[in-house]
T-cell receptor
Framework: GIQVEQSPPDLILQEGANSTLRCNFS?????LQWFHQNPWGQLINLFY???GTKQNGRLSATTVATERYSLLYISSSQTTDSGVYFC?????????????FGKGTLLTVNP | SAVISQKPSRDICQRGTSLTIQCQVD?????MFWYRQQPGQSLTLIAT?????????ESGFVIDKFPISRPNLTFSTLTVSNMSPEDSSIYLC?????????????FGQGTRLTVV
């Protein structure tokens, strides 16, 4: 099946700093999503972005499908940005009914 | 976007017992998905639940351990049977909004299960 790798696995920032999270995937995809899991375990949808660029406030994401990667940018980080960020993809091949998740990036933003 | 209500939000259970988790969606959906997230790990798909047919289980998950019901297009339950401490995880249900491209996934708030 499709493989999803996220980097870095852990990231510690001071409030106000910027960061870039990366998601590499091993095959063509027809769905790519970024999620934020808060400390209570809830998954929050950030972006549905199988290709192109989107922005939502301090967050933006870019997916270059032909090169099989996606980037999530967080600017002017806040302590509430802390948590785990997951990238999840749905392969364009036979098993295209399910999402495959990366292992996540644990972000800690210190005041 | 779909609104998903999942309950209970958390529970502490004795080993050997069973827990049923409920998932209610505010719109009719064809497929509902159940995931497990073990401590410190990523999400793993347990099974896909279709209304009117048996659930489809992923490798490593069996119906006897994780029976699923799907009585209608807005509701599903997952039971964790004969629990052991290794079943301590967050369990999440998910649906797809098919009006968005190939389907944008949305998740319930999760059930944090601790087995003692």
């Amino acid at each position: 099946g499709i493989q999803v790798e996220q980097s870095p696995p852990d990231l510690i920032l001071q409030e106000g700093a910027n960061s870039t999270l990366r998601c590499n995937f091993s095959d063509s995809v027809n769905n790519l999503q970024w999620f934020h899991q808060n400390p209570w375990g809830q998954l929050i949808n950030l972006f549905y972005i199988p290709s192109g660029t989107k922005q939502n406030g301090r967050l933006s994401a870019t997916t270059v499908a032909t090169e099989r990667y996606s980037l999530l940018y967080i600017s002017s980080s806040q302590t509430t940005d802390s948590g785990v960020y997951f990238c999840a993809v749905k392969g364009a091949g036979g098993s295209n009914y399910k999402l495959t998740f990366g292992k996540g990036t644990l972000l800690t933003v210190n005041p | 976007s779909a609104v998903i209500s999942q309950k209970p939000s958390r529970d502490i259970c004795q080993r050997g017992t069973s827990l049923t988790i409920q998932c209610q969606v505010d719109s009719q959906v064809t497929m509902m998905f159940w995931y497990r997230q073990q401590p410190g790990q990523s999400l793993t798909l347990i099974a896909t639940a279709n209304q009117g047919s048996e659930a489809t289980y992923e490798s490593g998950f069996v119906i006897d351990k994780f029976p699923i019901s799907r009585p209608n297009l807005t509701f599903s339950t997952l039971t964790v049977s004969n629990m052991s401490p290794e079943d301590s995880s967050i369990y999440l249900c998910s649906v797809e909004d098919r009006s968005v491209g190939r389907g944008e996934a949305f998740f319930g708030q999760g059930t944090r299960l601790t087995v003692v």
